[in-house]
T-cell receptor
Framework: EPEVTQTPSHQVTQMGQEVILRCVPI?????FYWYRQILGQKVEFLVS????????KSEIFDDQFSVERPDGSNFTLKIRSTKLEDSAMYFC???????????????FGEGSRLTVL | AQSVTQLGSHVSVSEGALVLLRCNYS??????LFWYVQYPNQGLQLLLK??????LVKGINGFEAEFKKSETSFHLTKPSAHMSDAAEYFC??????????FGPGTRLSVLP
């Protein structure tokens, strides 16, 4: 069964360092997302990506964050200069459908846990 | 903009008892509604979804949910709880399959 895969599963970094989290969405999907979940808190939307550009982003997704789909298979989230409050589980998700078709189900990866010291 | 509320951040039931997890939503268009489950240290797994077909939706692991437009609700139920059901449950709403918004989650504990 196709699945979304994320690497690394856990990364520890020093405050101020750059981090790149990688995701391989399901191959025929068109919409890609990053969510994060701070320990014990709700799942928060960060950004959605379609047709090689950001389609929507939340207030959390400030200039420190960027996304890229460099090669048609990977979908990356970069945090330019990490802060302590960036410590969270980051989930990648993908979806096949657009606005007029399908059921809009998001398929999630297992997450990348980021710990900023 | 759509939103989701989940009444009760933590619900405890005895093994074999009815599970009822509440979800209410607001949406400016007919919504798509989802329940996801998160087991400890794992990702989010889809339990079931409502996409404007039958209002009673059956999902995996014996769970089901009923869409009630008049109450703007999509409560999750299971007739008999099992120890393996202990997890965090998230209700989510989307508009036409995009703009997903998750509720704050309900942690389900199952007591022996």
């Amino acid at each position: 069964e196709p699945e979304v895969t994320q690497t690394p599963s856990h990364q520890v970094t020093q405050m101020g360092q750059e981090v790149i989290l990688r995701c391989v969405p399901i191959s025929n999907h068109l919409y890609f997302y990053w969510y994060r979940q701070i320990l014990g808190q709700k799942v928060e939307f960060l950004v959605s990506f379609y047709n090689n550009e950001i389609s929507e982003k939340s207030e959390i997704f400030d200039d420190q964050f960027s996304v890229e789909r460099p090669d048609g298979s990977n979908f990356t989230l970069k945090i330019r200069s990490t802060k302590l409050e960036d410590s969270a589980m980051y989930f990648c998700a993908s979806s096949a459908q657009g606005q007029t078709s399908g059921t809009g189900e998001l398929f999630f990866g297992e997450g990348s846990r980021l710990t900023v010291l | 903009a759509q939103s989701v509320t989940q009444l009760g951040s933590h619900v405890s039931v005895s093994e074999g008892a009815l599970v009822l997890l509440r979800c209410n939503y607001s949406s400016s268009v007919p919504p798509y509604l989802f329940w996801y489950v998160q087991y400890p240290n794992q990702g989010l797994q889809l339990l079931l979804k409502y996409t404007s077909a039958a209002t009673l939706v059956k999902g995996i692991n014996g769970f089901e949910a009923e869409f009630k437009k008049s109450e703007t609700s999509f409560h999750l139920t299971k007739p008999s709880a099992h120890m393996s059901d202990a997890a965090e449950y998230f209700c989510a709403v989307s508009e036409h399959g995009q703009n997903f918004v998750f509720g704050p989650g309900t942690r389900l504990s199952v007591l022996p």
